[in-house]
């Protein structure tokens, strides 16, 4: 892979990590697993609905759209195809 890809990688990784460990941090404010099912429930914890609209809806849709636009489509399928159908192909190849 070349530098440029290796780095724009990181940084999606990086999104995406950051939004899981917001989200483990909200579940990890209790070892209940009843309160943690209440902690999951967006109509009694709003909290947690915003965590994960903020931080990682964004982050995996960057994942879906640059990854697919300025990578996937070029380096692995070689040529740009219609979304979609070349997000399930780019993603069985990886
Ligand atoms: C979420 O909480 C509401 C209010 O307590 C409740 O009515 C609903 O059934 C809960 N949803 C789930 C999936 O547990």
Redesign the pocket.
């Known amino acids: 892979m070349t530098c440029h890809i290796r780095l724009f990688l990181a940084g999606l990784v990086k999104a995406v990590n950051t939004a899981v460990d917001l989200i483990v941090a909200h579940f990890g404010t209790s070892r209940d697993p009843g309160v943690k ?2 902690l ?5 914890s709003p909290n947690v609905g915003h965590l994960v609209l903020k931080y990682l809806c964004p982050a995996v849709r960057a994942v879906l759209e640059d990854g697919l636009k300025a990578f996937v489509l070029d380096v692995i399928i070689g040529q740009r195809k219609n979304m979609p159908w070349s997000v399930v192909e780019a993603s069985t190849q990886l």
Request: a positive charge; hydrophobic letters at 30%; glycine letters at 14%.
């Open positions: 099912a209440k999951g429930n967006s109509s009694v």
